[in-house]
């Protein structure tokens, strides 16, 4: 299985802490964010991850170099920062599968990866991984029919609700229907898009579910990881 990671943000809400390294190298407990996460991926049984990468880009390509764990790595490197829908478009061109998953690299999920590839196989469709959280002001709020997406309205909301949790599993050509873009947002071209044709049916994740975003989230990733990261190794 092949995965892109999303690590070029700058990470402005967390200049505050963290001043020389991009966001996902973040320590918690110890370890960078980021590596937390390639833990994960490995124990889950993913063979590539290819990792969008353009701020403070060489710290996280001197720290994982080519290969982690029984990961190979490669790197999608942005010139210019292109948006989510930009970086996802020129990681995917990295990809030899006819799927592959996105992850956030600010984000940590213990999703069940086998269900959503089962639920893909099913449903023949691309999968958003979503969650219901307590305030939906900060990621914008789903509307579904059934299980697929029928409406995505970007942190306008306030309240419980199901939130996109910025993981995908999709079809590695789907951006090809955005050949002429270079620089642009998934949240706002592609989901839209993607409702219409082919459609995006969600899967409901309903365990951790970790965003160090912001100075307050990334104090409580150490607690909420701790027992999690015991169990990775």
């Known amino acids: 299985m092949e995965a892109i990671i999303l690590a070029g943000g700058i990470g402005s809400r967390l200049r505050s802490i963290i001043k020389d ?3 996902p190298m973040a320590l918690v407990e ?3 964010f980021l590596q937390i996460i390639l833990d994960n991926l490995n124990h889950a049984g993913f063979t590539k991850v290819i990792l969008s990468v353009g701020y403070l880009s060489d710290v996280i390509v001197g720290y994982f170099g080519d290969e982690y764990k029984k990961l190979k790595i490669e790197y999608a490197v942005e010139n210019k920062r292109l948006g989510t829908g930009g970086a996802i478009k020129y990681a995917l061109q990295s990809c030899s ?15 069940d990866i086998k269900a959503v590839v089962e ?19 900060r990621y914008g709020a789903l509307t579904l029919s059934s299980n697929k997406l029928t409406k995505y309205r970007e942190k306008l909301d306030a309240g419980f609700g199901l939130i996109n949790a910025g993981c995908y599993y999709l079809p ?15 949240e706002e071209i592609c989901i839209p898009a993607i409702i219409q044709n082919p459609g995006f049916v969600v899967y409901k994740h309903d365990g951790l579910f970790i965003d160090i975003g912001i100075p307050k989230d ?4 150490s607690k909420m990881l701790k027992n999690h990261l015991s169990y990775l190794g």
């Open 21 to 23: 390294v991009p966001k």
């Open 218 to 221: 990334l104090a409580l990733a």
């Open 97 to 111: 599968d006819k799927y592959a998953f996105v992850f956030n690299g600010d984000t940590f999920l213990d999703i």
């Open 30 to 32: 110890g370890k960078p």
């Open 172 to 186: 590695t050509n789907i951006m090809s229907s955005f050949a002429d873009l270079d620089v642009f947002s998934f």
């Open 119 to 137: 639920l893909k196989k099913v449903e023949n469709l691309p999968i958003m991984v979503a969650r219901y959280v307590d305030d939906v002001s």
